[in-house]
């Protein structure tokens, strides 16, 4: 089983609708979890970190975490042709030093 | 301020052949990674330093990757000889710390392409 998984996608939602990007970690000692997108031939850029359950907003972005469930998931809400990228779930663990695992992404597509 | 920079941009090389790439992280930043990304797959780290420290190297494949970063600013990361499957983005990280809360910003990348 591989420590993030995402599903690749692609996810296609239409203008303005709500994207849901979902993400699942194995190790239960998860510190804190991030978000990044990635344009095509671009490098990762960090859009949201989220460290306790629940959720956390930023303009039209939304992170949930829930370590019960060992799930972290990111709303993008009216969605736009510019969110059109991959999205990337990272998780920091501790395992005698700090770690950052990332997902393989998944590819978003926003319809105009 | 400016981002971690990172050169060069792009890179093509025939197999056999050295190839370094360099990065410089954002200032301040003592910690510094080197992460390998293949195509549809998320960054994979490679080395981290601490200052002029590797404190996690365990994924660099020693027979052919060295890396350096002598005064704990800059970094070189070298292939030598660099094989058809090195072919990659190779991206360089920086961050302010190591805790649980450390945020890493990621350079352009360097895209390899080995023939």
């Known amino acids: 089983q591989k420590e993030v998984e995402q599903n690749s996608g692609p996810l296609s939602v239409p203008e303005g609708a709500i994207a849901s990007l979902n993400c699942t970690y194995s190790?239960?000692?998860?510190?804190?979890f991030f978000w990044y997108r990635q344009y095509s031939g671009k490098s990762p850029e960090l859009i949201m970190s989220?460290?306790?359950?629940g959720d956390k907003e930023d303009g039209r972005f939304t992170a949930q975490l829930n370590k019960a469930s060992q799930y972290v998931s990111l709303l993008i809400r009216d969605s736009q042709p510019s969110d059109s990228a991959t999205y990337l779930c990272?998780?920091?663990?501790?395992?005698?030093?700090?770690?950052?695992?990332f997902g393989a992404g998944t590819r978003l597509f926003v319809k105009a | 301020e400016a981002g971690v920079v990172q050169s060069p941009r792009y890179k093509i090389i025939e197999k056999k052949q050295p190839v370094a790439f360099w990065c410089n992280p954002i200032?301040?930043?003592?910690?510094l990674y080197w992460y390998l990304q293949n195509l549809g797959q998320g960054p994979e780290l490679l080395i981290r330093?601490?200052?002029?420290?590797?404190?996690?190297d365990s994924q660099l494949p020693k027979d052919r990757f060295s890396a350096e970063r002598l005064k704990g600013v800059d970094s070189t990361l070298k292939i030598q000889p660099a094989e058809l499957g090195d072919s990659a983005v190779y991206l360089c990280?920086?961050?302010?710390?190591?805790?649980?809360?450390?945020?890493?910003?990621f350079g352009p990348g360097t895209r390899l392409l080995v023939l």
């Open positions: 990272a998780v920091r663990i501790h395992t005698g030093g700090f770690k950052t695992i």
């Open positions: 990280a920086s961050s302010t710390g190591t805790g649980y809360q450390e945020t890493q910003y």
């Open positions: 989220i460290y306790s359950n």
């Open positions: 190790d239960r000692v998860s510190q804190s």
């Open positions: 330093y601490e200052n002029e420290e590797a404190v996690d």
């Open positions: 200032s301040g930043h003592n910690t």
